[in-house]
């Protein structure tokens, strides 16, 4: 019989063990936490969109309208007019023909993935992407071979020895837990000369990189002919609920017809699709949010190197402070905590063993201030 509690006492002897955290009110820099007002550095509210008052009134205006729940799945009876507009505004933003909704990113990366390749087929993946991308090339049958961080030459030579008769390349388009950006212009080059596709999960550049935000493809001038498969979600830079995947009209009826995870999945409310709508307007006219991120960013990089936190190689919202050990790692997030600031200790199996971190995030509604009490406490707490 398994024995649970000898598991969990293990996870808790390995500094392993995650506990919840229970948040009163709306996300923001400043929360209720526990029924104790903190300074936030751990939210991918990257823009500040998450209550948004033109958000959250869009958002309770689509509930008159269409109700709470979306009461099927898309292909039943739960595709809205107020889904399909989404569809067709975030396909325009994205500048690709199509865009299909998915209820969560993990299941925008499960559907697409396993209705890509399969049995005899190959995926290759950046060793850092993130779980959910990991786990759509184990559970899609085709062969899962991960190439090393970044490493064109390392994704260069397994394509070359790979004899699959289809091959899809996959990355982040920001990696999660490190911050910094794919290099999609050569990936796209080494892909193309393989007669790979390739995949892109934008979950936490779009909104944040690129003109007007459109994502790490944007960023880098590349459009559905280079990252034929860009999928990303809906729950950090943009402020809301839920993922889609864009691409050409082949590629969206495909995954319509093949993506089980779109199949069999209740839509998400329709009034999150409205909200939605909403949110892309302000990201689109906003591009002060922006930079002020990159004035935050800024700001804290100075301030580390200055006190002489050496921080990971990252220009985006995302700055991880590499501890090393978890239990380590614990203890610094608790003294931040007890001097009001939450960051969130990040471990194994998150991130390689020896690697665990702070994983500090900044959202364009921090103030430069709130930068300066986060790099104090840093300094104090050694």
Same mark, same amino acid.
């Given at each position: 019989?398994?024995?649970?509690?000898?598991?969990?006492?293990?996870?808790?002897?390995?500094?392993?063990?995650?506990?919840?955290?229970?948040?009163?009110?709306?996300?923001?820099?400043?929360?209720?936490?526990?029924?104790?007002?903190?300074?936030?550095?751990?939210?991918?509210?990257?823009?500040?969109?998450?209550?948004?008052?033109?958000?959250?009134?869009?958002?309770?205006?689509?509930?008159?309208?269409?109700?709470?729940?979306?009461?099927?799945?898309?292909?039943?009876?739960?595709?809205?007019?107020?889904?399909? $507009?989404?569809?067709? *505004? &975030?396909? +325009?933003?994205? #500048?690709?023909?199509?865009? /299909? %909704?998915?209820?969560?990113?993990?299941? @925008?990366?499960?559907?697409?993935?396993?209705?890509?390749?399969?049995?005899?087929?190959?995926?290759?993946?950046?060793?850092?992407?993130?779980?959910?991308?990991?786990?759509?090339?184990?559970?899609?049958?085709?062969?899962?071979?991960?190439?090393?961080?970044?490493?064109?030459?390392?994704?260069?030579?397994?394509?070359?020895?790979?004899?699959?008769?289809?091959?899809?390349?996959?990355?982040?388009?920001?990696?999660?837990?490190?911050?910094?950006? $794919?290099?999609?212009? *050569? &990936?796209? +080059?080494?892909? #193309?000369?393989?007669?790979? /596709? %390739?995949?892109?999960?934008?979950?936490? @550049?779009?909104?944040?990189?690129?003109?007007?935000?459109?994502?790490?493809?944007?960023?880098?001038?590349?459009?559905?002919?280079?990252?034929?498969?860009?999928?990303?979600?809906?729950?950090?830079?943009?402020?809301?609920?839920?993922?889609?995947?864009?691409?050409?009209?082949?590629?969206?009826?495909?995954?319509?017809?093949?993506?089980?995870?779109?199949?069999?999945?209740?839509?998400?409310?329709?009034?999150?699709?409205?909200?939605?709508?909403?949110?892309?307007?302000?990201?689109?006219?906003?591009?002060?949010?922006?930079?002020?991120?990159?004035?935050?960013?800024?700001?804290?990089?100075?301030?580390?190197?200055?006190?002489?936190?050496?921080?990971?190689?990252?220009?985006?919202?995302?700055?991880?402070?590499?501890?090393?050990?978890?239990?380590?790692?614990?203890?610094?997030?608790?003294?931040?905590?007890?001097?009001?600031?939450?960051?969130?200790?990040?471990?194994?199996?998150?991130?390689?063993?020896?690697?665990?971190?702070?994983?500090?995030?900044?959202?364009?509604?921090?103030?430069?201030?709130?930068?300066?009490?986060?790099?104090?406490?840093?300094?104090?707490?050694?």
């Amino acid at each position: 019989m398994i024995d649970l509690k000898q598991k969990l006492a293990e996870r808790e002897a390995l500094h392993l063990y995650r506990r919840r955290r229970t948040i009163d009110g709306p996300q923001g820099p400043e929360q209720l936490v526990d029924g104790k007002k903190v300074l936030s550095f751990c939210s991918n509210d990257y823009l500040g969109l998450a209550n948004h008052p033109e958000i959250v009134a869009a958002f309770k205006k689509g509930a008159d309208t269409y109700g709470v729940g979306s009461g099927a799945a898309h292909l039943v009876n739960g595709h809205s007019s107020a889904h399909h $507009a989404l569809e067709e *505004e &975030l396909a +325009a933003f994205v #500048q690709r023909p199509r865009v /299909l %909704l998915f209820s969560t990113g993990y299941m @925008a990366n499960l559907g697409a993935v396993a209705a890509l390749v399969g049995t005899g087929d190959a995926v290759f993946e950046d060793r850092l992407n993130h779980a959910s991308l990991l786990d759509a090339g184990l559970l899609s049958r085709a062969r899962l071979a991960r190439y090393e961080h970044v490493s064109i030459d390392s994704l260069t030579n397994k394509l070359a020895d790979s004899k699959a008769k289809e091959k899809l390349v996959v990355t982040d388009g920001v990696f999660s837990m490190d911050g910094d950006i $794919a290099p999609l212009p *050569e &990936l796209t +080059a080494v892909a #193309q000369q393989h007669d790979a /596709l %390739l995949m892109v999960d934008d979950a936490h @550049a779009l909104g944040v990189l690129g003109p007007q935000g459109r994502g790490s493809a944007a960023h880098f001038g590349l459009g559905v002919a280079e990252v034929p498969v860009l999928m990303a979600t809906l729950g950090k830079g943009v402020g809301t609920f839920g993922a889609f995947v864009a691409g050409s009209e082949e590629l969206i009826e495909w995954l319509i017809q093949a993506a089980r995870p779109y199949i069999y999945t209740t839509a998400t409310p329709p009034a999150v699709a409205e909200a939605t709508r909403a949110s892309l307007k302000i990201i689109e006219g906003d591009e002060w949010r922006r930079e002020k991120l990159q004035t935050l960013i800024k700001r804290f990089r100075s301030g580390a190197a200055q006190i002489g936190l050496e921080l990971m190689d990252s220009q985006t919202p995302i700055q991880p402070l590499l501890i090393g050990e978890a239990d380590r790692a614990v203890a610094l997030s608790r003294r931040l905590e007890a001097e009001g600031i939450v960051i969130s200790a990040i471990r194994p199996p998150t991130v390689p063993e020896g690697t665990a971190r702070l994983r500090i995030t900044f959202s364009a509604n921090h103030s430069e201030a709130q930068v300066d009490r986060l790099l104090a406490a840093l300094e104090s707490c050694g």
